[in-house]
């Protein structure tokens, strides 16, 4: 009997003490920044607007107290 969706776990990436403060949008869009996109481009890649976007980059930014995007890929 091949597994149902509900055993296959929805975390499918390493998280650690600090990321597990966001929320799991944040999560994703934490993880498009380090891969350096654009508020633009993440907003794309996620079907939101572009101010939310730039919204969930502020708040991220804020709960890791870091200062600029750039230091979430070398975090």
Same mark, same amino acid.
């Given at each position: ?13 390493p ?10 949008? &944040?999560?994703?869009? !934490?993880?498009l920044? /380090? ?12 079907? $939101? *607007? &572009?101010?939310?976007? !730039?919204?969930?980059? /502020?708040?991220?930014l ?9 230091? $979430? *890929?070398?975090?």
């Amino acid at each position: 009997e091949p597994p149902t969706l509900d055993a296959v776990p929805d975390q499918q990436q390493p998280h650690d003490e600090r990321t597990q403060k966001l929320t799991s949008r &944040e999560q994703e869009v !934490a993880l498009l920044l /380090g891969r350096g996109l654009t508020n633009r481009q993440i907003a794309k890649e996620l079907s $939101i *607007s &572009e101010h939310t976007a !730039a919204n969930h980059v /502020g708040k991220i930014l804020k709960q890791l107290k870091l200062r600029s995007r750039a230091q $979430i *890929s070398s975090s």
